[in-house]
């Protein structure tokens, strides 16, 4: 089992930054990939980034390379979402997930076992 919390989403201006973090406990961190997804009102849950075991490895969506980064530390129990220079088409709610028997990183939502309850980030022109 995994519990995972989001926290950091809130209220920005277009050109922004806000950095989301994501807290887990329960089985062992370092030992499963993570991922950060979204969702706006009235779309589907999108794919953001995710993160090897490791740390080492990152993919993100072609949407937001080169503004967003992201990151864990592992001694933390914790994964980051930096996000830079944001765009009112960045709103929406977003959800960090695990993907407790990655073999490979994976982009779609359906193969994470565990999501927090999602943080809401806005961001205003």
């Known amino acids: 089992q995994v519990q995972l919390v989001e926290s950091g989403g809130g209220l920005v201006q277009a050109g922004g930054s806000l950095r989301l973090s994501c807290a887990a406990s329960?089985?062992?961190?370092?030992?499963?990939?993570m991922g950060w997804f979204r969702q706006a009102p009235g779309k589907e849950r999108e794919f953001v980034s995710v993160?090897?075991?490791?740390?080492?490895?990152?993919y993100y969506a072609d949407f937001v390379k080169g503004r967003f980064t992201i990151s864990r530390d592992n001694a933390k129990n914790t994964v980051y979402l930096q996000m830079n220079s944001l765009k009112p088409e960045d709103t929406a709610a977003y959800y960090c997930?695990?993907?407790?028997?990655?073999?490979?990183?994976?982009?779609?939502?359906?193969?994470?076992?565990?999501w927090g309850q999602g943080t809401q980030v806005t961001v205003s022109s």
């Open positions: 997930a695990a993907d407790v028997y990655a073999d490979r990183l994976q982009r779609d939502g359906n193969e994470y076992e565990y």
């Open positions: 329960g089985r062992t961190f370092s030992t499963y990939a």
């Open positions: 993160i090897s075991r490791s740390g080492v490895i990152t």
